[in-house]
């Protein structure tokens, strides 16, 4: 573009219409996230972005595109860089009807694997039950659309959903409880024995609808079972959720601490900054009921010990591969619901879930912790 160009409003405006917001699709124009004060003193161009919240995960990767972008649509020779003001909508911007999502949820708990099959499902329900026996207010939402397990696991699967108005007239969805803990599932509303052929966006708005449309409550930690992998439906949870932090779930063997490394780099690359609180290594090794004094290191020994150390991060439990584990799961009452030694494990896990987000509630500033656990 000829950098003689004179500069308006206008033009920078038709710019950042190119700039969308990552998972909806709209722009940020579009959005109202522009204020109008666009400022143009020669060449010099800056104006204010308003987010609804400061701890919207994509603030920073929105400023750097809206940069790019006025550099790329209005002309190469703007000094922008540095120029954009970050704003928090107001209360008199927002609407008067706009309440959080989950106003009576103090803790949102991730728990994610970079691949299918290390057990995440199985370490999400029993660390729920786990919560909710050391006294704990504890929501589970099983966001794995695709392969919902949770109802089998506690033995709710074929129990009816019901609608609950609320004083304001809505009507929300009762989660089912058992064990202490209130379970939402996908599972819930289609058919357990036919595939649910979705596209992102509709599994999106249905996850949705399971978060915002849902009488849960007062809440100390509700915890989030994620689909395996790295899709839209981890994005739209971050950017629908101030997700305190995430918990890591694999397998001691080389190809799931490979997947379990992207699915840690997906949480902590910028546009994303969820904490990772720790991982999880399941399946570390087998013990017979014969000879409990033995371990056999099936799927190789100490991995995830290796992988926490080289990105600095906590090993927050080794779990054994136990048949047991499985058996309970079939028979829909999760093992951390009994005294034995291996609901110890997920005891164990729970305190040190909990010990991992106080610690990381007690580094954020006050402003942060008030918003986050309001």
Known sequence: MDTTQPLYPSLIIDALRHVRYPGNGKDIVELGMVEDDIRIEGR?????????????????????AAEQAVLTYAAKDIDIKGNINVK??????????ETPLLPGVKNIIGIASGKGGVGKSTVAANMAVALARQGYRVGLLDADIFGPSIPKMFGV??????????EDGRQLLVPIEKYGVKILSIGFLVDKNSAVLWRGGMASNALRQLISQAQWGELDYFLIDMPPGTSDIHLTLVQTLPITGVVIVSTPQEVALADARKGIAMFTEPKVNVPVLGVVENMSWFTPAQHPDEK??????????????????????????VAAVGE???????????????????????????????KRNADLPPTSQVKMNK
């Open 157 to 166: 699967e074929d129990e009816p959903l019901y609608m609950e108005q609320t």
């Open 328 to 358: 309970h799961n079939d028979g829909g009452q999760p093992i951390a619901t009994e005294d034995s030694v291996t609901s110890a494990y997920f005891a164990e896990l729970a305190s040190r879930v909990v010990q991992a987000t106080e």
């Open 296 to 321: 056999y290191y099936i799927f190789g020994d100490g991995g995830a010990l290796r992988l926490a150390e080289e990105l600095h991060i906590s090993v927050l439990a080794q779990i054994p591969l």
């Open 88 to 97: 928090t909508r107001t209360v008199n911007q927002a609407s008067k009807e």
């Open 44 to 64: 010099k161009v800056s104006f204010s972005l308003i987010f609804e919240r400061p701890t919207d995960p994509f603030i920073k990767s929105i400023v750097k």
